[in-house]
């Protein structure tokens, strides 16, 4: 009902930045709350940031400051501003979308790698 599809990851030296887009398509209007998640090698995947509709926003503890979650809903894109990079940071990062009916969809995950 609902397809994300991520872009925007990469290689990136430690303190650089990237920008991850995450683009909606389907039934777009069913989206509610938005989110980015992400799972390093090894580890359980973790949230990163979320975002609801009306526009409020969370960070987890380890981004906060350096991560900025946005999104645009004429254009039905999600948004990750990422500064400050560390090696920690890397992983597969991945889009999610919550329904107003209790759906969960996911994209596919783009790989971020920052090297030290």
């Known amino acids: 009902q609902v397809q994300l599809v991520e872009s925007g990851g990469g290689l990136v030296q430690a303190g650089g930045s990237l920008r991850l887009s995450c683009a909606a398509s389907?039934?777009?209007?069913?989206?509610?709350?938005m989110a980015w998640y992400r799972q390093a090698p090894g580890k359980q995947r973790e949230l990163v940031a979320t975002i609801t509709n009306g526009g409020g926003t969370n960070y987890a503890d380890s981004v906060k400051g350096r991560f900025t979650i946005s999104r645009d809903d004429a254009k039905n894109m999600l948004y990750l501003q990422m500064n400050s990079l560390n090696v920690e940071d890397t992983a597969v990062y991945y889009c999610?979308?919550?329904?107003?009916?209790?759906?969960?969809?996911w994209g596919q995950g783009t790989q971020v790698t920052v090297s030290s």
């Open positions: 999610h979308a919550g329904s107003q009916w209790g759906g969960h969809y």
């Open positions: 389907g039934k777009t209007f069913i989206i509610g709350n």
